[in-house]
């Protein structure tokens, strides 16, 4: 049977679950497809005066809620499938986390290794451009964001070609998220994709009865990880999964992977990277005789933070990890999803995993249309009151706090603290509705298929409560 392609995938898991709600089926089909694709051919001039043509997309899956949102992508392996999978993708990822937008994606087919600074920044504005022409871009109609092979560079010259040409200037910059602190970025985004992963993987290991069916024990003290990938995601979702008292015992990029079975150090890692450009020959681990073999490390958590189809049937018999966690997006395919429902691993899918960019893009798309930053209200305010509640209770109990035990205490939220606690908040109640729809859907069901039916019963009620369908 010939593979299935991204966007079937999707697809075919958004069916398993469409199965099991209550809806009109014609409303289903209208959740399912993509409402707009935008494909668009644009030449760039190289350095040397070469003229090359790029092709680009921008898909618009779901318009229940606008703006839509979702990242764009720059990589030679970007078609019109990749973006459309990726589209829907967003449509129930901000479902899962309650975040108000329909689903989006670009894709820009570049190879961005070869591209110098300058022409990436041309590609970047002129693709800007040829959004803006077709209103496919815009603070209230589609809200874009980095993905793989872009970061807050390329947001910051999305954000400064659209604010050239916008009609309304005054909201302009919330027109992308993702972008530096200093042009409206939002403390905590560049890492929120990462930190969410630690969130989501802390929280399934908190469950004792979760963790008693894959045989291991609960809690995140000692587990022992993997992670594919040591871009914007992987890097740091293992930052956070080590801090948080997991031992990292492998890392893969595309020059090769590392394995250390006492555990690796994530700094000295990416030092000697920077220092020789490779993570190979790190001094205390070995050298893995490909990048793939990541995949089959002995290990209780495996982390694909890269891209998709990495796990498959053909390697899915030989993932010893017992939790895989979807950092990237469909990094594990259908046939290799089911070798590991067979093996009992534990899936944690990426439509709720990743869903942390997303959820402090949401909040620093408010911050740019409230032209204010989180805490400037509260903080002072806040500090007074917890003074006021400690003075009351050094007068009640006579027990005098140090200063800087005082300090610690009063301290009132500034907008890095709001944004990881308001990501938290998320990422802990998100993951219980979809266990519990998990619970619900009886044995046999699974995270993916729990966190679609949350999805789609979600955007039915909003198509329902339009009036769009009876
Ligand atoms: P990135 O470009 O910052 O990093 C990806 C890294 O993976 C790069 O360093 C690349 O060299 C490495 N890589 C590529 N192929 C590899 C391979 N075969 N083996 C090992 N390493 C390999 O991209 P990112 O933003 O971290 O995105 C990674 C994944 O996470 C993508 O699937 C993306 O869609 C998903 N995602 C990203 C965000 C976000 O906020 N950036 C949000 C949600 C989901």
Redesign the pocket.
């Known amino acids: 049977m010939p593979q299935l392609s991204f966007y079937q995938r999707v697809n075919t898991a958004f069916d398993r679950a469409a199965a099991l709600v209550d809806h009109d089926p014609h409303l289903l089909q209208q959740i399912r497809g993509c409402n707009a694709v935008y494909h668009v051919n644009f030449p760039v001039r190289r350095d040397d005066g070469r003229i090359e043509v790029v092709q680009a997309w921008r898909v618009e899956h779901s318009h229940h809620k606008l703006p839509t949102k979702g990242?764009i992508?720059?990589?030679m392996a970007v078609d019109q499938d990749e973006v459309m999978a990726?589209a829907a993708l967003m449509t129930y990822?901000c479902a899962v986390v309650d975040v108000p937008f329909g689903g989006a994606k670009g894709g820009v087919r570049v190879a961005r290794q070869q591209f110098s600074d300058g022409e990436l920044e041309r590609i970047t504005r002129r693709y800007t451009f040829e959004l803006v022409k077709k209103n496919f871009i815009g603070p209230d109609r589609d809200v874009v964001?980095?993905?793989?092979?872009?970061?807050p560079r390329e947001m910051g010259w999305i954000a400064d070609t659209y604010k050239t040409l916008a009609q309304n200037k005054l909201n302009a910059l919330a027109c992308v998220t993702?972008k530096p602190v200093g042009q409206g970025g939002v403390r905590g985004?560049n890492e929120?994709?990462?930190r969410g992963v630690y969130f989501g993987i802390q929280e399934a290991c908190s469950v004792a009865e979760d963790m008693r069916a894959v045989g291991l024990a609960p809690g995140l003290e000692g587990k022992t990880v993997a992670v594919?990938?040591?871009?914007?995601?992987?890097?740091h979702a293992a930052r956070f999964l080590r801090e948080g008292g997991a031992v990292l015992v492998g890392l893969?990029?595309?020059e090769g992977?590392i394995h250390a079975p006492g555990g690796l150090d994530l700094d000295a890692v990416v030092a000697h990277r920077q220092e020789t450009g490779s993570l190979l020959d790190f001094p205390g681990a070995e050298n893995l005789p490909g990048?793939?073999v990541?995949l089959e490390l002995p290990c209780d958590i495996l982390v694909p933070?890269?891209?998709?189809n990495?796990i498959t049937a053909a390697n899915a018999p030989r993932v010893r990890a017992r939790i895989v966690a979807e950092?990237?997006?469909?990094?594990v395919s259908a046939e290799g999803e089911a070798v590991l429902r067979e093996r009992g691993v534990l899936v944690l899918p990426?439509l709720y995993l990743?869903?942390?960019?997303?959820t402090v893009?949401y909040f620093e798309w408010i911050k740019d249309l409230s032209h204010m930053r989180f805490g400037r209200m509260d903080k002072r305010f806040d500090e007074r009151i917890h003074g006021e509640f400690l003075d009351a209770v050094e007068r009640l109990t006579g027990r005098r706090f140090a200063p800087d035990e005082r300090t610690a205490l009063v301290e009132g939220p500034d907008e890095e603290l709001l944004v990881n606690s308001g990501l938290e908040e998320t990422m802990v109640s998100a993951y219980h509705a979809v266990r519990e729809t998990r619970n619900r859907l009886g044995p046999g069901a699974d995270l993916r298929t729990a966190a679609f039916v949350v999805a789609i019963e979600k955007v039915a009620v909003s198509y329902e409560a339009a009036g769009i369908f009876p």
Do not use: H
Not at 228 to 234: A, C, D, R, S, T
Not at 354 to 358: D, F, S
């Open positions: 990242g992508r720059y990589s990726l990822k964001a980095p993905d793989f092979g872009t970061g993702g985004r929120a994709t990462g594919q990938g040591l871009g914007n995601v992987g890097y893969a990029e595309f992977a990048k793939e990541v933070a890269a891209l998709e990495q950092a990237a997006n469909g990094p990426d990743n869903a942390g960019g997303v893009s």
